[in-house]
Structure formats: C-alpha cells, structure tokens
C-alpha cells in the first residue's frame, strides 16, 4: 500500500545522545516535512525539503539536522544541542508545489522521551 | 510574526448540530490552505483545502470558506457526529518553498 511511514513509534534516549527517527514515503511525493508537536500544542516546522539533497529550515531548526538522499527518505536527527527534545515527531509528505487536490499526507508520528 | 492561529482553543457542540471552526491568518501572501483532524496519538488526517483564488469549497459533510479580506479562514461540519471529536487544525503554505505551517488548534467535543 502507499503511504508514509515513520519508525519507530517510541523512541527512549539518553540525556547527551544522538538519534534519528526515520521516515519513509513511496507515494513519490517531491516534498517532505518534519513537525515537533508538544502536549496539547499545534505542531512546528522544523525542517521541509523540496527535492532531493536540498532542505530548508523551519521555525525551530536548531538542536535538529536533516538530510534527503533520497526522494523517499527524510530522516531526522535530534542531537545533543536540542535541551529539550521530549516531544511527539510527525513526518509529512506532499506533491510539489501544494495545490487543491494534492493534500500532504503524515505518517502516524514518533513519541520520542528523554529518560 | 507572521502566523496561523485560531479563535477558539475548545468547541463543544450537541450531536447532530453543525459546528464552526474559526481561524485567523495573518500573511497576505499565504495561497493555499488546509484543514486537518487529528485524534489523540495519531498524525493529522487531511479533511478539506482551498486555494486563495477561492472563497468557498465543500467536502463530504464539511465546507470550508476563505474570506481574504479580514484575513478568516472556516471549517463547517454539518451534522457533527461523536466521531468528529478530534483536534482540528488549520495550516497554511507560504513562501516560494511550499514552507506549511499550522495554527495552534481547537479541540472539538460533540455531545450526545
């Protein structure tokens, strides 16, 4: 079936460590996204990415990295620098440019915690 | 800054009546804009979008319309049914990059 996946759905990390959440869409969608969304909170840009080995930052890019190798895979690395990375992560995906009828499709999301 | 937010963060609303989700933007140069549900734990699940050459487009049991000159954006649900509560959100796309960003949401109760 088509669609975007996100892996793994709970995610445990160490104060100080590196990890990186996946996200993988085979619906050949040209854009990609990655939101942070706190409790009861709307959700937050992080990075976007148009095409392949390109990507812009969102509004709260910083303790976060990126990269797109490929057209399907947009993974996402929280880091060290990020002081306060406890969050649930949505991965996004959509036809370049939006237009009515090409709807961005999310994946089920990642909870990620800080033990 | 500029952004996308919304006028209620709680609707409650009887089962069978219509409901009304509100949302302000304030970047003119926003054209393209999308509705979303999302239930508790899960991502958002598109509903409805429009472009801003358009001031209203309807949907399976939901309208949304676009009024560009005090900047408003709403969703309509007709016949609002208890699988209708979620968190609705409006978004945006704005800047040459297709950059979405979302307002902050309003959770939705229907009642029994």
């Known amino acids: 079936d088509g669609g975007i996946t996100q892996s793994p759905k709970y995610l445990f990390r160490k104060e100080g460590q590196n990890v990186t959440l996946s996200c993988e869409q085979n619906l050949n969608h040209d854009a990609m996204y990655w939101y942070r969304q706190d409790p009861g909170q709307g959700l937050r840009l992080i990075y976007y990415s148009q095409i392949v080995n390109d990507f812009q930052k969102g509004d709260i890019a910083e303790g976060y990295s990126v990269s797109r190798e490929k057209k399907e895979s947009f993974p996402l690395t929280v880091t060290s620098a990020q002081k306060n990375p406890t969050a649930f992560y949505l991965c996004a995906s959509a036809l370049y440019p939006l237009e009515v009828g090409t709807e961005a499709f999310f994946g089920q999301g990642t909870r990620l915690t800080v033990v | ?112």
């Open chain 2, 1 to 112: 800054g500029e952004s996308v937010g919304l006028h209620l963060p709680t609707l409650s609303v009887q089962e069978g009546d219509n409901s009304i989700i509100n949302c302000a933007y304030s970047n003119s140069a926003s054209d393209y804009f999308i509705w979303y549900k999302q239930e508790s734990g899960k991502g958002p699940q598109f509903i409805i979008d429009i472009r801003s050459n358009m001031d209203k487009r309807q949907g399976q049991r939901v309208t949304v319309l676009l009024n560009k000159t005090v900047k408003h954006l709403s969703l309509q649900i007709a016949a609002t049914q208890p699988g209708d509560s979620a968190v609705y959100f409006c978004a945006e796309s704005r800047g040459a990059g297709n950059m979405l960003t979302f307002g902050g949401g309003t959770r939705l109760m229907v009642k029994p």
